[in-house]
Structure formats: C-alpha cells, structure tokens
C-alpha cells in the first residue's frame, strides 16, 4: 500500500521553535559558502571530510575515515566536550 502525503511548502517565515538546534546539517551545491557560514559560528568545530577547510580560519581538524571521526568523539569527550 502506498499512502500519499499532502506537501504544503511554506509562504512565509515559520517562528522558530528551538532557540539553540542539537544538530545541524548543511546541503547545497558546491561553493556556496556552508563552510565559511559555519567557520563565523562561536566556539564550533568542524570536522573537514572533504579537505574543504583549508581556506579559511577556523577551529577545524580533518578527518578521512569512519576511525578518524570515532578517534575525534573520544578526543572531544576526552577533553570535556569543549564545543558548542
């Protein structure tokens, strides 16, 4: 059974429900800015999978696989989680 699902996109700007989100996630078309956008954010860290990061200043480490990203988890935790 496929059930349909009545999309109404918005008109206008929707009020914010959360002051502060968990998670973000950032999807557009190459070179558009997300990672400069992020790199102005106040105490964040981004973890470059796409060796996109050289360009700017920010608190930023790389990563290249699954392991790197657990190693920088524990990283983080180990150092009291230090990011916002």
Known sequence: IKYSM????PLAKISPISV???TLVMYSKPKV???LA????????IIDLENGSD???????????IDD?????KAI?????PYK
């Open 38 to 45: 992020v790199s102005m954010l106040e105490n964040a860290l």
């Open 55 to 65: 360009f700017i200043e920010a608190m930023k480490i790389k990563a290249s696989t």
């Open 33 to 35: 800015g997300k990672t």
């Open 20 to 22: 502060s989100p968990k």
């Open 77 to 81: 935790h180990k150092a009291g989680k």
């Open 6 to 9: 009545s999309i109404q996109l």
């Open 69 to 73: 990203i657990k190693e920088i988890v």
